[in-house]
């Protein structure tokens, strides 16, 4: 087993131990074990994470203590005032950067069903996100060169998806951007910013380790936080020292008292690639652009050499995030005072969120699944969000709005809106991917999320422990009749 893991390498030392542990068991996790061979009929769930019980909660313990090294004071403070947070010069560095033209101009495009109404957009943001995929997949040993790749990339591609204002004509394409000597009325008016503060070596921002006992991994109030500035505007945790250790962790973890509970219900039952995939704090104003998360289940997008991890990707089509949201009172100091004193809403609930175009290529995001999910259309101040915002200067508003939108099917479902799915503290929503597009905006709080990859079956499990109601059908048979999944077992 050495032999192999030793000529993977950097980020594929994960899949490829995850890839020989799944051989391992294979013969234990057949058919007969397994829920039906059906896939799930809805493609979006959310409901609260306790709801998959204590077990769940011991991989949340592990989170916070070895990734967001959240002290105990934090942890038992339940008025959700404290905040999980990385070091202050990270805080500093993305108030800054959320204001960048590329960070701007993404995080107002999440407003807009761009990417379903627009041809031009549409094979733009696809572009886009291979084009990151292919520095990932490189799996750079430096995480710092990785970020500042991705940063030149995106600062070279962004101006592409700049909208025209109307009038002026393709080459007068108005800037979304914090001038650095502005005088606007934006959040961060006040500050002074570098000239040179959205240059990719000042973007690719990262903590660094400054224990006074580094080699005492125990204590990790000693240790710093890592934390990479991925493009647009969010941080990621990718690139720690500890990484690997606390991704194996969590898979054994997984695989131990969660397992055990699913067998209460489904005997025999085994997690087969199940990961857990990414971690990511989004500051006020930070963004993940519109994706698909298509080439996720790819791999390797050069398709050139291939390694066994694409079959771990293939199968993972659904993903799961637990996400916490937490006021900053600083930041709330200076919202107040940009609303010339008007007070901010104490909850941390729809103060960010996930928003979803449905689109016509996934049959199992209907109305009904989105409203039970707790999604709904944006209210008309969210719309001009796409325009004008606390973090950058105004822009001349274009583009359709969802009072123009004329694309509604028989039950008057416009399927090319944005539909938005607010963010409440301690939930976890679970989507399948490839065909649904969907951002991520956080206007008010910090966003941390802790993320999954599972397959079909997997995730049908966990939602029966959660006492998730949901249809299945059978997997060759597409048009098959639906079914309760708990009427087959």
């Given amino acids: 087993m050495k032999s192999i893991i030793f000529h993977v390498r950097g980020g594929r030392i994960f899949f490829a131990i995850l890839y020989l542990i799944s051989i ?17 009929v809805q493609s979006l769930f959310r409901f609260p994470a306790s709801k998959l019980g204590p077990e769940f909660d011991e991989l949340l313990q592990n989170w916070y203590r070895d990734a967001l090294y959240a002290t105990n004071d934090t942890l038992a403070n339940k008025n959700n005032t404290l905040i999980i947070t990385p070091d202050q010069f990270g805080i500093s560095h993305a108030l800054k950067s959320v204001s960048t033209p590329a960070a701007t101009l993404f995080r107002r495009q999440c407003y807009t069903p761009y990417p379903q109404t627009s041809t031009l957009h549409n094979n733009l943001y696809n572009n886009y996100e291979q084009r990151r995929k292919e ?48 005088t606007v009325n934006t959040i961060h008016a006040q500050s002074t910013l570098p000239s040179d503060y959205d240059s990719p070596s000042k973007l690719s921002f990262q903590t660094g380790v400054s224990s006074s006992k580094p080699n005492e991994e125990d204590d990790v109030n000693n240790n710093e936080q890592q934390w990479s500035w991925y493009p647009p505007a969010h941080f990621s945790s990718r690139g720690t020292p500890s990484n690997m250790p606390f991704r194996m962790k969590m898979y054994i973890l997984m695989r131990n008292a969660l397992q055990e509970r699913i067998q209460q219900l489904i005997p025999n039952f085994r997690f087969d690639k199940a990961r857990q995939s990414g971690m990511f704090w989004y500051p006020p104003g930070g963004v993940r652009e519109w994706h698909t998360n ?13 390694t066994k991890s694409e079959d771990i990707f293939a199968s993972q089509t659904w993903r799961m995030y637990f996400v916490r949201t937490v006021r900053d009172e600083e930041f709330d100091k200076k919202l107040t005072k940009w609303r010339k004193g008007k007070e901010v809403d104490a909850s941390s609930n729809d103060h960010s969120a996930l928003h979803i175009i449905p689109g016509n290529d996934d049959d199992g995001i209907t109305l009904d699944v989105l409203e039970k999910a707790g999604a709904r259309r944006l209210t008309n101040d969210e719309e001009k969000r796409q325009y004008s915002d606390e973090f950058a200067e105004d822009y001349t508003p274009t583009g359709k709005s969802k009072s123009e939108s004329t694309d509604f099917d028989s039950t008057g479902f416009d399927r090319n809106a944005v539909y938005r799915l607010p963010d409440i503290d301690g939930y976890i929503t679970l989507f399948r991917i490839p065909d649904l597009w969907h951002c991520i905006v956080s206007e008010e709080v910090h966003r941390y999320s802790l993320g999954f990859a599972f397959s079909d079956k997997e995730v049908q499990a966990l939602l029966q422990v959660a006492d998730e109601d949901f249809d299945t059908v059978s997997d060759d048979k597409k048009k098959a009749d639906t079914v309760d999944i708990k009427d087959e077992l």
């Fill in 24 to 40: 391992a068991s294979t013969s234990t996790n057949n058919e007969d074990n397994q829920p039906p061979d059906s896939r799930i």
């Fill in 135 to 182: 520095i990932s997949f490189q799996y750079n040993k430096d995480s710092k060169e990785e970020m500042r790749l991705m940063h030149t990339m995106t600062k070279r591609f962004y101006p592409a998806l700049l909208p025209e204002v109307k009038g002026e004509g393709t080459n007068n394409r108005r800037m979304h951007k914090k001038k650095s000597a502005s």
């Fill in 294 to 306: 298509k080439l996720d289940l790819v791999g390797n997008t050069k398709g050139g050499e291939k």
